[in-house]
DNA sequence: TCTGGGGTCCTAGGACCC
DNA sequence: TCTGGGGTCCTAGGACCC
């Protein structure tokens, strides 16, 4: 582990928000926040009201009367979010971005040509607020735990240096909840043993934790706290899985209502994994209903698969497979379709017919309803695979959503 | 005071294989 | 046929992050 602080958390701040800012001078200093249905990034202004990202419009506009609301320049987000990892990477090629808006960097090796870390930070940040006109965080510190610490400390438009002999006299007096990993649940469960600050985590023992929370989440907080925290700067992480998600309102249950949905999602879903030139093997969907409790399904087929009526049908399936577990639930708020176990090469779905015949019945082995549903669908796998490689399923939207397209084409990084 | 969309990682039980 | 242990894969659910 490294032993000085070369580690760099740089974190755009209000990215969306100030976005707008930038293109519309009439929204400077004013509460405002991109969104309407719901709100996607407030303005500092706005969340001096209490505005924060997620909540509802409504709820919103009670806290903050005269906010701002704007809807979102997409493509600027993405086009200036670049820009600034460019930035980034003039100073060193170890730039892990984790977010469009946020990236770890570790400048060890570039001390001998742009000077000490906090003189980088100080200048990545003049640069950005220069070059690309956006305020940005920056946490300076020997892990990359304290470094995404700092930044947040800093905001807004800060800087931080945590210096390697005084991490626990930063780190000690921070309420817990500013650590990577826990949220209201863990928080909830520390707070019921007195534990509120990481210095109250960094005294309880190890064994402790893992029992209150469990041996992962224990153990990595543990480390944590006592400064252990082995990660290193990685250039870049490929996805693991591609989902898309529609929330309904309060919809009853209907098979058109279904199909529709899922055929638009499973299209959003395979157009994105053939871009990526990328096709998974376990397909599986998400059912929410009406008190908010959500089910999943899932199947792991036999090949992967990137079409969008292959995705679609199995998808539908799945979904009436975890309709008929709950045969009580008649409302559902949200359907979703996600793929994963991914891997590469779309031409592999070619395979699959051939893979499928070699699939075995083993009766006796699961709950029916559930058997005969994947049956159903491995059945219209085969089935329909020829026709899938004439062309795709034009699948048109009918419904108006409070989120644009182009904002969930962002969420890809 | 129940709100969007796209992700990651962990847990736990069961099936299956050696 | 019973016995045992270890490893991997699959499925479902949950917590968390941006």
């Not at 577990?325 to 793929?339: A, C, F, K, N, Y």
């Not at 089935?383 to 004439?390: H, L, Q, Y």
């Not at 419904?399 to 962002?410: G, M, T």
Request: hydrophobic share 40%.
């Amino acid at each position: 582990m490294a032993d000085a602080a070369t580690i760099l958390h740089a974190d755009l701040d209000a990215f969306y928000a100030s976005v707008e800012q930038l293109l519309d001078p009439s929204l400077r200093g004013i509460p405002m926040a991109v969104g309407g249905g719901v709100v996607l990034a407030a303005s500092y202004e706005a969340k001096a009201f209490g505005v924060r990202g997620g909540m509802p419009g409504r709820q919103a506009r009670q806290l903050c009367p005269n906010l701002r609301f704007v809807s979102g320049h997409f493509k600027e987000y993405v086009r200036l979010g670049d820009e600034v990892m460019t930035i980034l990477e003039s100073y060193t090629p170890a730039v892990e971005r984790i977010s469009i808006d946020e990236a770890f960097l570790d400048v060890a090796g570039s001390v001998h040509l742009f000077g000490a870390p906090a003189e980088i930070a100080a200048d990545i940040r003049r640069r950005v607020r220069e070059e690309v006109g956006l305020p940005i965080s920056v946490g300076v510190a020997r892990t990359k735990h304290l470094a995404k610490i700092a930044s947040q400390v800093a905001k807004p438009d800060g800087l931080v240096v945590v210096e390697p002999d005084r991490e626990d006299e930063f780190l000690h007096p921070l309420p817990v909840e500013l650590m990577w990993g826990v949220g209201p649940v863990t928080k909830q469960r520390l707070a019921e043993r007195g534990i509120r600050t990481i210095g109250d985590l960094a005294e309880t023992p190890g064994e402790s934790l893992e029992r209150l929370l469990g041996r992962a989440v224990g153990s990595k907080l543990g480390a944590l706290a006592i400064n252990e925290d082995p990660r290193s700067v990685e250039r870049h992480r490929r996805a693991a899985s591609v989902s898309a998600q529609s929330a309904l309102g309060r919809q009853p249950v209907s098979d058109d209502l279904i199909q529709r949905t899922i055929r638009h999602l499973a299209d959003r879903v395979a157009t994105r994994l053939r871009a990526k030139h990328r096709a998974g093997r376990t397909v599986t969907v998400r059912v929410r209903f009406e008190d908010l409790k959500a089910v999943t399904r899932s199947v792991t087929l036999p090949a992967a698969v990137s079409v969008t009526p292959i995705i679609a049908e199995v998808a539908e399936s799945l979904v009436r497979t975890a309709l008929a577990d709950h045969p009580h639930q008649r409302i559902i708020t949200l359907l979703s379709v996600g793929v994963s176990h991914l891997e590469y090469e779309e031409a592999l779905q070619l395979e699959l017919p051939l893979h499928l015949d070699g699939e075995e019945r083993r009766p006796g082995t699961e709950k029916g309803s559930e058997r005969w549903a994947l049956d159903k669908a491995i059945d219209e796998v085969r089935e329909k695979f020829g026709r899938a490689s004439v062309g795709y399923a034009s699948v048109v939207l009918a419904k108006d959503r409070a989120v644009p397209d182009e904002f969930r084409e962002l969420a890809e990084h």
